[in-house]
């Protein structure tokens, strides 16, 4: 009779959570479903939710827009579109651009306010979703935490960078930040705490995870962070080149033209499906780490009124400490990759960043002192393929996962928890996804097996230690979640304490078969790349923003340099150009409008291994779009090739004048309106400009230059021998017009 009563009571409970759930969020009413876990506990699932607007149209490329309400009550039982991309596993098109929808799985809604665990999918930024195919949320909301699951732009869609204030770059993190500001708005509809959030991610979502700790557009909207296999340090992660891959896409559909708006409007009128398959014939997915992604993320340039996810190398913003109020989990898994060899080359090992070049002295000792430390001196055969495989794992992932927890230690002020996840069981999920060559070592993904339940493992029978394992992993994720603390007090599956990093100590925790707590992983190999970032890193080499490629146009390509009408010229005394960062007081008049000219100019003329400028050196500043070059002064700029030469086919015979004979006013009377031109250079790429005065100037195309002196001495114009007379040109013509123009006048190029 008792146990009669106890299974009515049971069916009473179950029938109740069995109805399907409603809940009301900003945009209007969800409808969800009940689910049962493998274990049996029924948690509330609520799939498909938009948290953002179809980026259909005119959308496309651009960032995300606030979601639309909707009347009645919409269902949310299944999972919305993925985004456009070919599929890894079926090698062909998948998804839809339609695709910003999140998924929530809760073990309640009556309000109790769980920690929160948004999860950001991996796939390169190329694939991948945030599906229950692969990261189903059964066995996380089991230790009462409500998970998060989302799709966003991948690949062309999500991270096309025209430089432009229409399409900056990085959309496809830009969904991400609007997720989290719909969850934040959103989850306590669900039971969630909304100060309570903790966002984690594998892979490029690991990646993604570390820029949105450092970026201004997450304030207020993370509360943790776990890093796993993957960081924005990694070089796979940042588009090199955002100017010219945008141009060798269109260029491969057919579109001849290198004018932005241009470029723009043949991509918007390209179907999804093509853009998608001329970016995979770009840059291969399984070519990686050989071949990079073409579209990840970029170093934005900034646009009044534009929202930037990052605007400076994500180093900088790890090394200043404004991500020091994150606590952090980071780590990697103890074999990430196991490819194909591609080389036996060792010098292809040597980080990009380093700016070492190839067979070089340098070049070919650091080779040689990898061979040493990986392979004991050879590297041929397939005995030493697991060597090799490590050398593989620590140059994409695991060396800058160090880098990372390294830099992080000198400015946090918030807990640093590392860890290297070494098991090998049925659950993990290289054995479905990967070639691991018969190694019995973990590998990417692996840790991912124990978090999530994935359609991948539905036949697969766990052992009694896999589960074990599984459980660790569960209940280390979701007590950093709830309270920042991994292991808060020991018991029967924690008994180890696991502490955070130090200055001192570089602990972390190693996820094997047991738990045990440990100090400098890899030491003796993380020492060595240390020495070599130590030697030959100077972050002075680098691009300080996205701004060195500003035109569409191929540098291997003849180009048309344009003329004005109007100079500014730089005056500076070597005490006045120091490390300080300060700028002459002359120049600041005359850019006040245009501010980041002075902080890229100031960028490329401190940095330049922290010697000053010689007296009176002269400076010809030509700006478009806040941009500036500095021409004709190669002592000034030597380590920024690609962006300042000595253009002394463009600009001669510049006459050095005392800064006290400056006219100021007249100056300053000239500089208002925008003028374009274009500079080549046979070794750079081309570059734009604008320079503002006060009354319109026509383009004057002649690459012979001279000086025209005011009274004063001071250069008053610059004007190009055999210029047609300005009445001549046709008004608001093209450049390629103009050049067609120009030459039936008899002109050459």
């Not at 141009?247 to 499906?273: H, I, M, Q, W, Y």
């Not at 995979?280 to 170093?299: R, S």
């Not at 570059?687 to 100037?697: C, F, H, P, S, W």
Request: glycine fraction near 6%; charge should be negative; proline fraction near 6%.
């Amino acid at each position: 009779m008792i146990t009669a009563v106890n299974d009515f009571l049971e069916d009473l409970r179950g029938g109740r959570m069995a109805e399907a759930p409603v809940v009301t969020v900003e945009q209007g009413q969800l409808q969800g479903r009940v689910v049962n876990s493998p274990s049996g506990k029924a948690f509330y699932s609520f799939q498909g939710i938009p948290y953002a607007k179809p980026p259909l149209g005119s959308l496309r490329f651009k960032a995300p827009q606030p979601p639309e309400p909707w009347d009645g009550i919409r269902d949310a039982s299944a999972e919305g579109s993925v985004s456009a991309q070919i599929d890894f596993f079926k090698k062909e098109y998948v998804g839809d651009e339609n695709c910003l929808f999140l998924n929530v799985y809760t073990p309640n809604l009556d309000g109790e306010f769980l920690p929160v665990m948004v999860f950001i999918h991996g796939g390169g930024f190329v694939f991948g979703s945030g599906n229950s195919s692969l990261y189903g949320g059964d066995y996380l909301v089991e230790k009462d935490v409500v998970v998060v699951t989302l799709n966003y732009r991948c690949g062309v869609l999500g991270f096309l960078s025209l430089n432009t204030p229409e399409v900056p770059g990085n959309a496809g993190l830009k969904d991400q930040v609007q997720a989290l500001r719909w969850i934040k708005e959103n989850i306590h509809n669900f039971g969630g705490n909304s100060g309570n959030i903790t966002i984690f991610g594998e892979s490029a979502g690991g990646a993604a995870v570390s820029l949105l700790t450092a970026s201004p557009l997450t304030k207020g909207l993370v509360n943790k962070a776990i890093i796993q296999s993957g960081t924005a340090l990694s070089n796979w992660t940042v588009q090199k080149t955002p100017i010219e891959n945008a141009r060798n896409l269109a260029k491969s559909l057919g579109c001849e033209s290198d004018d932005p708006e241009e470029v723009l409007d043949f991509l918007n009128a390209t179907s999804a499906r093509e853009l998608v398959e001329a970016h995979e014939k770009l840059t291969p997915i399984e070519l990686f780490p050989d071949v990079t992604n073409a579209f990840g993320v970029v170093v934005e340039k900034e646009f009044p009124g534009v929202e930037a996810v990052i605007t400076e190398p994500f180093i900088d913003l790890l090394t200043s400490g404004r991500i020091a109020e994150t606590p952090i989990m980071i780590g990697s898994t103890s074999l990430e990759f196991a490819f194909e060899r591609r080389t036996d080359d060792l010098q292809a090992f040597i980080p990009e960043e380093l700016n070492i070049e190839r067979n070089s002295e340098q070049a070919l000792e650091i080779a040689d002192q990898i061979k040493n430390l990986y392979f004991k001196g050879s590297h041929t055969g397939v005995e030493s393929l697991p060597e090799y495989f490590e050398l593989l794992s620590d140059k994409t992932i695991n060396v800058d996962t160090h880098r990372h927890v390294q830099y992080l230690i000198n400015v946090s002020k918030k807990p640093i928890y590392y860890y290297k996840f070494d098991y090998v069981g049925e659950l993990n999920i290289s054995k479905k996804v990967l070639n691991t060559f018969g190694l019995k070592r973990a590998m990417h993904m692996d840790e991912l097996g124990y978090l999530f339940r994935n359609d991948l493992q539905k036949d697969v029978e766990p052992t009694t230690l896999d589960i074990k394992m599984r459980e660790r992993m569960l209940r280390l994720w979701t007590n950093f979640a709830k309270g920042g603390n991994p292991t808060p007090d020991e018991n029967h599956y924690l008994n180890v304490t696991w502490l955070p990093v130090t200055k001192d100590n570089l602990y972390y925790l190693n996820l094997g078969q047991e738990l045990s707590l440990g100090t400098n992983p890899d030491k003796e190999k993380m020492e060595f790349w240390d020495s070599l970032y130590s030697k030959y890193y100077r972050i002075w080499d680098h691009p300080r923003s996205n701004n060195d490629e500003i035109t569409l146009k191929s540098s291997s390509e003849p180009k048309i340099i344009e003329s004005y009408s109007e100079t500014v010229t730089v005056y500076s005394e070597s005490s006045e150009f120091t490390e300080s960062h300060t700028y002459v007081s002359e120049t600041t008049e005359i850019v006040k409008e245009n501010n980041e000219i002075v902080s890229e100019t100031h960028e490329f003329i401190t940095e330049n291994n922290g010697e000053p400028v010689e007296s009176n050196e002269v400076i010809t500043e030509v700006i478009e779009n806040n941009e500036a070059v500095v021409e004709n002064n190669d002592t000034v700029v030597e380590n920024n090739e690609p962006v300042i030469e000595n253009n002394d086919h463009v600009v001669e015979n510049v006459e050095v004048v005392d800064k006290n004979e400056i006219d100021h006013a007249k100056v300053e009377e000239k500089i208002q309106e925008p003028v374009k031109i274009e500079e080549s250079h046979p070794s750079q790429p081309p570059v734009t400009a604008v320079l503002n005065g006060d009354r319109k100037v026509q383009p004057r195309p002649s690459n012979e230059i001279k000086m025209v002196s005011r009274s004063n001495g001071a250069p008053k114009d610059v004007i190009r021998a055999n210029d047609p007379p300005e009445d001549d040109l046709p008004k608001n013509i093209g450049v390629n017009k103009f050049v067609n123009f120009f030459e039936s006048l008899g002109g050459k190029k």
